[in-house]
T-cell receptor
């Protein structure tokens, strides 16, 4: 089966850097994705890592280590609008379906 | 439209009634997912359609739940004999799966309330 673990909550201040970790277990791993969901909204895609290393997209970066079954999302120069839930997701298994972690609620404080 | 469309946006029903939830994916997207999200919780996988392959129904919580996708496009999730624990937001997502890139586009969801 597939399973993912993330911290349930993270708190940080504006302008700071925060890292949200994700460990996963899956068969037939294809890649690790990250999604952002604001309260009352739909999840939106942030990043996708298929290979080891760091992918950077503006203030957000995502890292993957396939050998450690581990990844993280790094958010820099935090803004109040970054307050949201962040989900990691893996595709794998026989049908490559996408399974989501339980989500990390990020609270950015002034 | 340009995005994933779900209807209705809100549905209130009585325990024991059947409900149908509709999803219109982005045109040309071959993959379609249904997820369920309870308040403050994660996204629970329900079912996955990929092209002409048999759907992956491994996430459906009971035989009261079923889904179909007609003509490789519109999908309907049906819940029979609804129970109060079925109350949640039901999210549909679609993707154009190429080379393993799994960028899902989500609809705004259907908020289901079972009284």
């Amino acid at each position: 089966g597939q399973s993912l673990e993330q911290p349930s909550e993270v708190t940080a201040v504006e302008g700071a850097i925060v890292q949200i970790n994700c460990t996963y277990q899956t068969s037939g791993f294809y890649g690790l994705s990250w999604y952002q969901q604001h309260d009352g909204g739909a999840p939106t895609f942030l990043s996708y890592n298929a290979l080891d290393g760091l992918e950077e997209t503006g203030r957000f970066s995502s890292f993957l280590s396939r050998s450690d079954s581990y990844g993280y999302l790094l958010l820099q120069e935090l803004q109040m609008k970054d307050s949201a839930s962040y989900f990691c997701a893996v595709g794998g298994g026989a049908t490559n379906k996408l399974i989501f972690g339980t989500g990390t609620l990020l609270a950015v404080q002034p | 439209g340009a995005g994933v469309s779900q209807s209705p946006s809100n549905k209130v029903t009585e325990k024991g009634k059947d409900v149908e939830l509709r999803c219109d994916p982005i045109s040309g997207h071959t993959a379609l997912y249904w997820y369920r999200q309870s308040l403050g919780q994660g996204l629970e996988f329900l079912i996955y359609f990929q092209g002409n392959s048999a759907p992956d129904k491994s996430g459906l919580p009971s035989d009261r739940f079923s889904a179909e996708r007609t003509g490789g496009s519109v999908s309907t999730l049906t819940i029979q004999r609804t129970q109060q624990e079925d109350s949640a937001v039901y999210l549909c997502a679609s993707s154009l799966v190429t080379g393993g890139d799994e960028k899902l586009f989500f609809g705004s969801g259907t908020q289901l309330s079972v009284l």
